[in-house]
C-alpha cells in the first residue's frame, strides 16, 4: 500500500466535513450521529497524519484539539454524546473546512 500525499488527507478531510455536515442537515437521530462521529474520527486521524506544515498557521486548525477529540471518541466513547457531536459538526467543522480549502488550493491539489 502507498502513502498517502498531503494533498490525498486534505480531500479525506474535507470529504469527512462534507459528510458529517450532510447527516446533520437532514436528522439528526442516533444512526445520523453515529455516522457524523466516524466522520469526526477520520477528520482526527487525517489531520494526525498531515505534515506539521500542513495549515500549521491556520487558528481554526487546533490539531492537538482535533486528534484529542478522535482520541475522546475512540477510546473513551462513553463520554460522547449527541450535543458533543452535533455542537463540533455546527461550530468547529464549517471553519475547519474554510482552512482544508484553502490550503488544497495553496498547495496546487
Known amino acids: 500500500m502507498s502513502p498517502r500525499s498531503t494533498c490525498d488527507r486534505l480531500r479525506d478531510i474535507l470529504d469527512a466535513v462534507d459528510k458529517a455536515t450532510a447527516f446533520g442537515q437532514r436528522d439528526r437521530d442516533s444512526m445520523a450521529t453515529a455516522a457524523a462521529l466516524y ?3 477520520v477528520i482526527g486521524e487525517a489531520v494526525n497524519a498531515l505534515p506539521e506544515d500542513a495549515i500549521a498557521e491556520d487558528p481554526a486548525v487546533p490539531r492537538s484539539a482535533i486528534v484529542g477529540m478522535r482520541n ?3 477510546h473513551e466513547y462513553h463520554r460522547v454524546n449527541a450535543a458533543f457531536v452535533w455542537g463540533t459538526v455546527d461550530g ?3 471553519p475547519l473546512r ?3 480549502t484553502a490550503e488544497l488550493t495553496s498547495r496546487g491539489c
Open 92 to 94: 468547529d467543522l464549517p
Open 98 to 100: 474554510k482552512a482544508v
Open 72 to 74: 475522546l471518541a475512540a
Open 39 to 41: 466522520e469526526l474520527i
